[in-house]
């Protein structure tokens, strides 16, 4: 709860309290912060006539007016509104209530604190690191002790070069609910370092904030292209997925394209002018990925006079900058379908004793693994397997 004083006071010094006078009760903020708007309420009870009013703050020599007007006889009650809106190092001001009438005056003086804590400003440019010729773009967001943004008028904003001139400026930039947009333009040649920012605030505090102009700028996001490293002549079909993030863990949005190739040995022999097959398609990320099932048939992964390879090259663009990320990847076609090894074989055979050892086989389909064993017919020439699948 926010610290209060109360400025009460009986209207006639007298010794009974005689429930027919004039009283009256003030009530404002204990500590008030600048440049914030803060509350005061008078309450004056058993007016005998009309009176003259007026309540005052005084601070650092300014006076700000909180009420100055004339009530009539009875009662009264109401609130205003006031801010403390200048910058001073003194930690007091001063309410004083004055009350006029034709028989009687009131006057009281009393001291409230005035906060130091200002609201809290942020500076945040679009990207750390720019190269020549770049648009900059940065926000600048006011918090009050609440963590809430308000309505902030900036009266100078300038951005200085790593020699510290001013290249660029703007004066009395007011919040567009509650943020304020700006962005300039890096000359194609200019000073390389770092950068400032300076906010200066109505309190006259000043806000900073850094960016760097280099020739080689970092990408804005990484790309990550994921597809099988092999694929046999037989499969039909497989994935590839696209992904992109920011360096600082965020799914990019926009879109992915997508393009897989199957290069010829001899474009010359053929009829058509093409060197390649190729299928392309885009994709909109989702979650900052896209993933698309490539069909093989059209690259007809059993002709010949076609090189081993599906070739993909993938480009991510960002949504609203257009900047865009290429990444590469090979998939390399097989026309092994799949392998066996033996393995755990007896080392030795005796006739008339089974012969046991086990068959791996591996390729697209699921690994396997048999388990075998060779026994002899009652002739001495023929020979008979068993054999056991183990998953």
């Given at each position: 709860?926010?610290?209060?004083?109360?400025?009460?006071?009986?209207?006639?010094?007298?010794?009974?309290?005689?429930?027919?006078?004039?009283?009256?009760?003030?009530?404002?903020?204990?500590?008030?912060?600048?440049?914030?708007?803060?509350?005061?309420?008078?309450?004056?009870?058993?007016?005998?006539?009309?009176?003259?009013?007026?309540?005052?703050?005084?601070?650092?020599?300014?006076?700000?007016?909180?009420?100055?007007?004339?009530?009539?006889?009875?009662?009264?009650?109401?609130?205003?509104?006031?801010?403390?809106?200048?910058?001073?190092?003194?930690?007091?001001?001063?309410?004083?209530?004055?009350?006029?009438?034709?028989?009687?005056?009131?006057?009281?003086?009393?001291a409230v604190a005035v906060a130091a804590?200002?609201?809290?400003?942020?500076?945040?440019?679009?990207?750390?690191?720019?190269?020549?010729?770049?648009?900059?773009?940065?926000?600048?967001?006011?918090?009050?002790?609440?963590?809430?943004?308000?309505?902030?008028?900036?009266?100078?904003?300038?951005?200085?070069?790593?020699?510290?001139?001013?290249?660029?400026?703007?004066?009395?930039?007011?919040?567009?609910?509650?943020?304020?947009?700006?962005?300039?333009?890096?000359?194609?040649?200019p000073v390389l370092g770092d950068y400032?920012?300076?906010?200066?605030?109505?309190?006259?505090?000043?806000?900073?904030?850094?960016?760097?102009?280099?020739?080689?700028?970092?990408?804005?996001?990484?790309?990550?292209?994921?597809?099988?490293?092999?694929?046999?002549?037989?499969?039909?079909?497989?994935?590839?997925?696209?992904?992109?993030?920011?360096?600082?863990?965020?799914?990019?949005?926009?879109?992915?394209?997508?393009?897989?190739?199957?290069?010829?040995?001899?474009?010359?022999?053929?009829?058509?002018?093409?060197?390649?097959?190729?299928?392309?398609?885009?994709?909109?990320?989702?979650?900052?990925?896209?993933?698309?099932?490539?069909?093989?048939?059209?690259?007809?992964?059993?002709?010949?006079?076609?090189?081993?390879?599906?070739?993909?090259?993938?480009?991510?663009?960002?949504?609203?900058?257009?900047?865009?990320?290429?990444?590469?990847?090979?998939?390399?076609?097989?026309?092994?379908?799949?392998?066996?090894?033996?393995e755990n074989m007896d080392s030795f055979?005796?006739?008339?004793?089974?012969?046991?050892?086990?068959?791996?086989?591996?390729?697209?389909?699921?690994?396997?693994?048999?388990?075998?064993?060779?026994?002899?017919?009652?002739?001495?020439?023929?020979?008979?397997?068993?054999?056991?699948?183990?998953?």
């Amino acid at each position: 709860m926010v610290p209060t004083i109360v400025l009460s006071a009986l209207v006639l010094h007298l010794t009974n309290v005689v429930a027919s006078e004039p009283r009256y009760l003030l009530w404002v903020s204990a500590v008030v912060q600048r440049f914030s708007s803060e509350k005061a309420c008078l309450h004056l009870v058993n007016l005998n006539e009309p009176v003259s009013l007026s309540v005052i703050l005084e601070y650092a020599g300014v006076n700000t007016t909180i009420f100055d007007q004339r009530v009539k006889e009875g009662n009264f009650y109401a609130c205003a509104n006031f801010k403390v809106s200048h910058v001073s190092p003194e930690q007091l001001a001063f309410v004083t209530l004055l009350v006029q009438q034709n028989t009687l005056i009131i006057s009281e003086r009393r001291a409230v604190a005035v906060a130091a804590e200002e609201n809290a400003t942020f500076v945040q440019t679009d990207t750390p690191v720019h190269k020549p010729g770049d648009t900059v773009h940065f926000r600048v967001v006011t918090l009050n002790t609440w963590l809430k943004p308000v309505d902030e008028l900036y009266p100078l904003i300038t951005v200085q070069n790593p020699q510290g001139n001013v290249i660029f400026q703007w004066i009395n930039v007011t919040t567009f609910r509650n943020i304020t947009q700006l962005s300039f333009q890096l000359t194609p040649e200019p000073v390389l370092g770092d950068y400032m920012i300076v906010i200066k605030k109505q309190s006259g505090m000043t806000v900073v904030d850094h960016f760097t102009v280099n020739q080689d700028v970092l990408p804005r996001f990484e790309v990550e292209l994921t597809a099988p490293e092999t694929i046999t002549i037989a499969d039909n079909q497989f994935p590839v997925v696209m992904c992109a993030k920011y360096i600082y863990g965020q799914p990019v949005r926009g879109k992915a394209q997508i393009k897989v190739c199957r290069e010829l040995f001899s474009p010359g022999y053929c009829e058509s002018n093409e060197n390649e097959i190729c299928e392309q398609f885009t994709l909109q990320l989702k979650d900052g990925c896209a993933s698309y099932i490539v069909n093989t048939k059209v690259f007809q992964l059993y002709r010949s006079g076609l090189f081993m390879t599906l070739n993909i090259n993938g480009v991510i663009t960002e949504s609203g900058t257009g900047v865009q990320i290429s990444k590469t990847h090979s998939v390399f076609i097989t026309s092994v379908l799949g392998t066996v090894s033996f393995e755990n074989m007896d080392s030795f055979y005796r006739r008339g004793i089974p012969y046991f050892g086990t068959v791996g086989l591996m390729g697209t389909f699921k690994e396997t693994s048999l388990v075998f064993s060779v026994h002899p017919l009652k002739s001495s020439r023929h020979f008979h397997s068993r054999l056991t699948s183990q998953f």
